[in-house]
């Protein structure tokens, strides 16, 4: 009976994404790209430096500044 009703919420939850992907499109943005990996780099670096209070936020706010910089280029 579980298996059933799982089964069914996935059919449905997939029916669901084709159907809102088709009208949906998501644009690629170089600001967030920039973020993701100023992210990771936050952390590393705070890892690192026993510091992970302070890198985070800059690696974040680097991230998203090279990303700007990289659209502003692109048009």
Do not use: H, Q, R
């Not at 993701?36 to 974040?60: E, K, Q, R, V, Y």
């Not at 680097?62 to 280029?73: N, P, R, S």
Request: hydrophobic share 45%.
């Amino acid at each position: 009976m579980v298996k059933k009703l799982l089964l069914l919420e996935l059919k449905n939850l997939i029916y669901n994404n084709e159907k809102t992907n088709s009208t949906i499109t998501m644009k690629e943005s170089k600001i967030s790209l920039g973020a993701g990996i100023g992210l990771l780099a936050g952390i590393i670096i705070g890892s690192a430096t026993d510091n992970i209070g302070l890198w985070i936020p800059l690696g974040l706010c680097f991230g998203a500044g090279i990303g700007t910089t990289l659209e502003k280029k692109t048009k």
